[in-house]
């Protein structure tokens, strides 16, 4: 009864817009002044705030418009002539909520601390008590397993059976959080480990059953639009759907759309100037342009560079011998294609066929030439 009545308290709170928060913490004084420090981020945005700790209390309050992820650190001052107790990694990570939420330690330092109040916390307490027992009982077989003789520890037999009893506890480890989330629908801390669970990317189609059996109100919140909008990215852009058509500038000005190449293979490229690894990968997409360019290849560069670095893609079209047509609308991360595409790591790339249809996502270096060389056959360039 206690956790139903703690779900409907959380309701408001994931489906309404922005609720308060209290934050209540409570330490072992410190010996020194300190800060606590309070981080979380909600849809790529992180906001950062501080308390003074008093006798070991301190306070956060604030408003959220959904579970987030969140950091409590602890930062001790240096006091003069006196050595202070070094704790660089004295953080609790946890997710923060509408309501009040408590976290008590029996030291000094947040680190081991308990969360209480919270309903996605206890669920991530639960879920870490059952790996607890899986690992004291893969600690009572390792113990089994020691207690053998010299020659049964060279008995394969022996060895084999050990082995056996740790590789079913290691799939009973692996399958945890699955099993959490699927006995679990309405628990928030499900919707948050969907998709690691089910990677949306692999195959949509099951993302989709899987994500439908959610309840309504965690479906209609902020994360389960977000996750239904990846889904339905992700099956528009599944191999052999139609690439979706845009119009972005070049770096001259010029208006130019993706269907301004319809009867060629494209590779749609997604880069930026700044992008170490994207830097790297150009001279292979140069190696590929210029091998098959003459049988019916191009590329389409698309830069996530925003407008402060416009002079930057340029010298690095230059740089780099990008000879192919290059586009962008300089909205760095925002850039209207890449959001289109649900690009959200660079350098990332699209192979379009001439009817207009994906053909291949993500081709590195050899792979790339591998596949168009399937397609168009061996390059006559040298």
């Known amino acids: 009864m206690r956790k139903v009545l703690l779900l409907l308290c959380l309701l408001p709170f994931v489906t309404l817009g922005q609720q308060k928060f209290i934050l209540n913490a409570k330490l072992r004084p410190l010996p020194f002044p300190a800060k606590a420090f309070l981080y979380f981020t909600i849809d790529g945005k992180t906001t950062i705030d501080s308390a003074n700790i008093k006798d070991g209390v301190f306070t956060f309050n604030g408003a959220l418009s ?37 976290v008590i330690s029996k030291t000094d330092s947040v680190i081991s601390a308990v969360v209480k109040g919270s309903v996605v916390n206890d669920d991530i307490a639960k879920c870490k008590a ?59 801390y499900s919707l948050i480990l969907f998709k690691t669970v089910v990677p949306i990317v692999i195959d949509p189609v099951r993302a989709e059953t899987e994500f439908a059996k959610f309840s309504p109100r ?43 190449f319809k009867g060629k293979y494209v590779l749609l490229d997604f880069w930026a100037s700044w992008c170490a690894p994207c830097r790297q990968e150009n001279p292979n997409v140069v190696k590929v342009y210029q091998k098959y360019k003459n049988k019916n290849f191009t590329v389409l560069g698309v830069s996530l560079d925003n407008a402060g670095l416009k002079a930057a893609w340029l010298k690095a079209i230059k740089d780099d011998g990008l000879s192919w047509t290059n586009v962008s609308d300089l909205k760095g991360g925002d850039n209207e294609v890449a959001v289109k595409y649900f690009v959200k790591t660079i350098p990332n790339n699209f192979l379009i066929g001439p009817d207009g249809k994906i053909l291949a996502k993500n081709l590195r270096g050899d792979e790339l030439d591998r596949k168009l060389e399937e397609l168009l056959g061996a390059s006559d360039a040298r």
Do not use: C, W
């Not at 001052?77 to 009040?100: N, V």
């Open 66 to 102: 959904e579970v987030a992820q969140a950091y409590l650190k602890i930062k001790r001052q240096k006091l003069p002539g006196i050595a202070t107790r070094r704790t660089p990694s004295d953080l609790l990570d946890f997710f923060l909520e509408p309501g009040t939420t408590t």
């Open 130 to 188: 059952i790996m607890a027992g899986i690992q004291t009982r893969a600690g009572k077989i390792m113990s089994q397993y020691k207690s053998g003789t010299p020659e049964q520890l060279k008995d394969s037999i022996y060895t084999a059976g050990f082995n056996e009893q740790l590789k079913t506890l290691d799939t009973e480890a692996k399958n945890i959080h699955a099993n959490f989330m699927r006995s679990n629908r309405d628990s928030y």
């Open 218 to 260: 965690l479906k209609s919140g902020p994360l389960g639009k977000r996750i239904q909008g990846e889904i339905n990215a992700t099956k528009m852009l599944a191999l052999g759907q139609p690439a979706m058509d845009f119009t972005q500038n070049d770096s001259n000005g010029k208006p130019v759309k993706l269907s301004d």
